[in-house]
């Protein structure tokens, strides 16, 4: 059974900065893609970065873009989410998700997701 599981979520003011870890269980995603998506209140979730595993290659949202790196672990199941300059409208849940797609921004391209890890930012 695949798990993915996230954590580093919590509150913090508007300015400062975030890591979220995420660890994979059940297999590994070596050929494939990890990412974050975030899904606010009232809102649709949304694709916020990627890592493509094999390449190293990472990509962003436009919102979050120059603020937001995403970075692999040692191990082939950890993957992290580096937000700095944090702003009020970045507060959310935050998603962890895992895939066999490439270069995918789509959520339904992402086979496995985590339960979530709220970020809220104060202003």
């Known amino acids: 059974q695949v798990q993915l599981v996230e954590s580093g979520g919590g509150l913090v003011q508007a300015g400062g900065s975030l890591r979220l870890s995420c660890t994979a269980s059940g297999r590994t995603f070596s050929r494939g893609t990890m990412g974050w998506f975030r899904q606010a209140p009232g809102k649709e979730r949304e694709f916020v970065g990627a890592i493509e595993w094999f390449a190293s290659t990472s990509y962003y949202a436009d919102s979050v873009k120059g603020r937001c790196a995403i970075s692999r672990g040692n191990a082939e199941n950890t993957v992290y989410l580096q937000m700095n300059s944090l702003k009020p409208e970045d507060t959310a849940v935050y998603y962890c998700?895992?895939?066999?797609?490439?270069?995918?921004?789509?959520?339904?391209?992402?086979?496995?997701w985590g339960q979530g890890t709220q970020v809220t930012v104060s202003s």
């Open positions: 998700a895992a895939g066999d797609w490439l270069g995918s921004r789509r959520i339904d391209d992402y086979q496995y």
